[in-house]
């Protein structure tokens, strides 16, 4: 693993500080920043610098190509602020697979890029342990980019030519997006989690009704979650559309960079990201935490969102506790909370993946692995393992998986004709020791 410390300083060098926030999300004030603009309004198109742009084993050889070919560039503008992850096949699963990541492993040392990860995780956690930080500026070629706007950051789902463009230029051009601010208001009650608040979300504006807006989280709600269940939340975001995410950071937020060995020290951006709180958006949803309840997506679509309630004993074959929206420490250890003691039910498939090698090596260092092993489940290397579905956990005609992943499109984890329910860990680990659908109180 080669990786940097904390240069929100150098990154950030390209920028300017707007006169003043009047007026502007704290979206806005970041793309203003990033666009040498002392304010933006949405709609606009603007040229923008970027902090950091990333990849990943599914898109980088192709970003080099178009680079390359298209734009006839043979060199990345900036190394240092290139980032690339291999995390969806590994380790590599096929000949043709270890090709690509040898491919990968040439052209990043062609280039002198030094932010280059083969093993340490999913991408987007990679990200969040190393890079993100808050008033970036940050594009990647992968769809779940928007989960850094849980620590303050601008951050979008580009595709390949977009990257190519970034790696040649060092900018791109945006459409400024109009804000959804998500106030949450009362606390998370008992066996309902982060993820049963974005599958609410979901449910309640449908697959497409963020497309192009920016989803801001606040209210006393928000502040009462830490920042992986925030990251949960922007995380599944896309599934609604969503260009980017935003929670304004907080104490919280600096407190969880300390926790990383990197600390975030610039005060006059938070003070200008605090004085957005509260400004003027498109659009304003009041949401109680208190009244939810664990939620289930069901097949075929991320919007198709029920009750567990509605569907509780409903017969599994497999369950899948990881991924970027759910493979944190903290899922880890509600899953060890859940299983300790326990066996999963005869005939079940449970995968565990931790998101990163950091997590995996606190989970080992808090004595969780043993809980898992000797429960009957199965341990992966961390990376994108069963969500991504093309390894580790394939599922066969007529089976189901609830998974603590993000999506469950048709095909999504194997043939056609199997079935993915989404839920929240406590649900997916209770329901692997039961073989049903299964509400997590029915096994403590």
Not at 142 to 152: E, R
Not at 265 to 287: F, N, P, V
């Amino acid at each position: 693993m080669r990786t940097c410390n904390n240069n929100q300083k150098d990154l950030s060098e390209n920028t300017i500080m707007p006169n003043n926030t009047s007026g502007m999300t704290a979206t806005e004030y970041i793309i203003a920043r990033h666009a040498n603009r002392d304010r933006v309004t949405p709609g606009e198109i603007v040229n923008v610098s970027v902090d950091l742009c990333m990849s990943n084993d599914a898109t980088t050889l192709l970003t080099e190509k178009i680079m390359k070919e298209q734009m006839k560039t043979q060199n990345v503008w900036d190394p240092s602020r290139v980032v690339i992850i291999v995390d969806h096949q590994v380790p590599a699963d096929s000949v043709d697979t270890s090709r690509v990541q040898q491919q990968m492993a040439q052209f990043v040392n062609d280039q002198g890029i030094d932010k280059f990860h083969m093993v340490d995780g999913v991408c987007h956690q990679v990200m969040l342990e190393n890079y993100v930080y808050p008033g970036a500026l940050i594009l990647g070629a992968d769809s779940h980019t928007c989960s850094y706007g849980s620590i303050g950051a601008v951050s979008s789902g580009i595709g390949s030519t977009d990257l190519a463009a970034i790696w040649a230029s060092g900018e791109t051009w945006l459409k400024v997006p109009e804000t959804v601010r998500f106030v949450l208001n009362g606390q998370l009650p008992e066996y309902v989690s982060a993820k049963d608040v974005a599958l609410h979300i979901i449910n309640l504006v449908r697959a497409n009704g963020l497309t192009y807006k920016a989803m801001e989280l606040a209210g006393p709600g928000t502040k009462s979650l830490d920042v992986p269940e925030r990251f949960t939340i922007c995380n599944m975001a896309v599934e609604a559309g969503a260009k980017c995410t935003m929670v304004i950071p907080d104490d919280k937020v600096l407190a969880y960079f300390e926790h990383l060995n990197r600390p975030f020290k610039d005060q006059s951006l938070l003070d200008a990201l605090q004085k957005t709180t509260g400004s003027a958006c498109q659009s304003e949803i009041q949401i109680d935490l208190d009244t939810l309840e664990p939620m289930i997506a069901c097949p075929h679509y991320v919007d198709n969102v029920r009750p567990l309630s509605d569907i509780q004993g409903l017969k599994i074959d497999q369950a899948f506790l990881g991924s970027c929206t759910n493979g944190r420490i903290e899922d880890i250890r509600e899953g060890a909370r859940l299983l300790e003691g326990k066996k999963i039910a005869p005939n079940m498939r449970f995968l565990v993946t931790p998101a990163s090698i950091r997590v995996y090596k606190q989970a080992l260092a808090e004595n969780l692995i043993p809980i898992f092993l000797d429960a009957g489940a199965i341990l992966n290397h961390p990376g994108c393992s069963t969500c991504w579905g093309a390894h580790q956990g394939i599922l066969a005609a007529g089976q189901r998986m609830v998974t603590t992943g993000n999506r469950n499109f048709k095909g999504r984890a194997g043939s056609p004709e199997s079935e993915i329910y989404l839920a929240s860990p406590s649900v997916v680990v209770a329901s692997a020791i039961k073989g049903v659908l299964t509400h997590p109180k029915e096994v403590l």
